[in-house]
């Protein structure tokens, strides 16, 4: 069985790293030299080499940073000298990346939620699922800068925040005060937890 790391954000700077307990159980000092079965840029290991003594134990730390999505895994390599077979175990991980699905009473290929004629002075509203479709948590927001001042057309929430797997109903409301066609496009921002912050 691999250890593992878990669903891990594909995000530039990301990536977690793990400690494990390396021992000298042997009666002599010994000189161990660790690597990976497969060397990519997903996994890391340090130090490199490490000498302990009888009875000594010291620290390896395993990295996983994934840049892209999907299962990564290999197999960390422990050399130790005078010893013709080295110790390994087997590291894993998935790199994940925000989905969001949308979901409404419109026809796919248009996306459109369409209130048809409605009578002045009367107000109908339509729901929207937000889905969030990825292992991880999601922050959402509306673009709805479109609609201006226009107070005919409301939608709320217009914020949130989706754990795995979870989903949000949107409200659309459309009250007819006046004769008037109202089009007016509004766009779902997504991002991983913490993944808006300095993008304004």
């Known amino acids: 069985n691999a250890y593992e790391f878990g669903p891990l954000l594909t995000r530039p700077g990301l990536g977690e790293s793990d400690v494990f307990r390396i021992s000298n159980n042997g009666p002599f000092s010994a000189s161990v030299a660790f690597g990976l079965l497969e060397e990519d840029d997903v996994f890391a290991v340090e130090p490199r080499s490490m ?3 009888a009875g000594e134990t010291k620290d390896l730390e395993v990295r996983a940073a994934p840049s892209t999505t999907g299962r990564h895994a290999t197999t960390v390599l ?9 110790y390994a175990f087997a590291v894993a991980c998935e790199g994940v990346e925000p ?21 002045l002075d009367r107000s109908e509203t339509r729901t929207v699922e937000i889905a969030n479709e990825s292992l991880c948590v999601v922050e959402w927001r509306l673009d709805a800068s479109e609609l201006g001042e226009d107070s ?10 989706l754990g795995i797997r979870e989903s949000a109903t949107l409200r659309v ?10 089009e007016a496009r509004v766009a779902v921002e997504y991002a991983d937890l913490g993944g808006f912050e300095g993008a304004e």
């Open 173 to 182: 409301s459309f009250r007819a005060d006046e004769p008037a066609t109202v």
């Open 99 to 119: 989905v969001v699905a949308l979901r409404g009473p419109w026809d796919e290929a248009s996306r459109v939620v369409d209130f048809d004629r409605l009578l």
């Open 78 to 86: 422990a050399f130790v000298e005078q010893n013709p077979e080295p």
């Open 51 to 53: 000498e302990l003594a």
């Open 152 to 161: 005919t057309l409301a939608i709320e929430p217009t914020a949130g925040t």
